[in-house]
């Protein structure tokens, strides 16, 4: 997968993949990823990225032809062709099957915003679609790129090992919270690891570690449950009492 990233701080986003598995996943040309800082397109003495906005009020607003620009040669750059996505707290709340869908395709667009954010004539004209990380407000869009970057590398053919995609387990096999998990020592001040994890049956440790992740989503994001698709011996460990 190809990633090119218009940001006033590429090199930010680079940082933040070039560790771990995304990081592996890069020297293993698995990957990807190429900024592009619209302040390279910007003209004049001061190069402008960013004016202040009509109508009065605090803030920046990013203008449009230096964003324009440096989306043009990320374009021009490889012949696949990418839906440039805008991240921003206005977009569609990602999910991890909005990850699933973006980690099909052969090259992602991510434009990032700084200051109040962007001309709304650049999100009109050029924006494909718009994403949003969390209902808060960050400095610019630079974190959730990071984080979209992520989330797509680990679905990527050949990134995981087996080590790395238990971790994948939770939302990407079942859309549930994930269960606990423990390690060494078996007896710790903390307490104890459930007998049952030391049992050596699997069969019953995967039933266990399935009624954790329901109990668990019931407990913290019922809204989860819903498109879960729960079979009917999970319906009686919800239907029970917590402690049965
Ligand atoms: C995506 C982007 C943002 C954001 C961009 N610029 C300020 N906040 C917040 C949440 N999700």
Do not use: K
């Amino acid at each position: 997968m190809r990633i090119d990233l218009i940001s006033l701080f590429p090199e930010f986003v680079a940082q933040c993949a070039g560790f771990g598995v995304v990081g592996r996943a890069q020297e293993r040309g698995l990957l990807s990823i190429h900024g592009w800082n619209p302040r390279d397109y910007a003209e004049g003495n001061y190069r402008r990225v960013d004016d202040r906005p009509f109508g009065g009020g605090p803030g920046m607003v990013m203008m449009i032809d230096p964003l324009r620009a440096a989306i043009r040669a990320a374009r021009a750059a490889d012949p696949a062709p990418a839906r440039l996505i805008y991240l921003s707290p206005q977009g569609r709340p990602l999910t991890q099957s909005i990850v699933r869908e973006l980690a099909g395709r052969e090259r992602l667009l991510l434009l990032c915003g700084r200051y109040e954010g962007v001309d709304e004539r650049l999100v009109a004209g050029e924006v494909d679609e718009e994403l949003s990380i969390g209902d808060y407000v960050l400095s610019g869009g630079e974190l959730a790129a990071a984080v979209v970057i992520d989330a797509v590398a680990r679905l990527q053919d050949g990134v995981l090992n087996d080590a790395d995609s238990a971790a994948q387990d939770s939302f990407e096999a079942d859309g549930l919270l994930d269960c606990p998990h423990y390690t060494r020592p078996v007896e710790h001040a903390l307490g104890a690891v459930p007998e049952v994890l030391l049992s050596g049956n699997h069969a019953e440790i995967a039933r266990w570690r399935r009624r954790q992740s329901l109990l668990r989503t019931r407990e913290r994001r019922p809204d989860l449950l819903a498109a879960a698709g729960l079979g009917p011996e999970e319906r009686r460990w919800l239907d029970a009492q917590p402690d049965d």
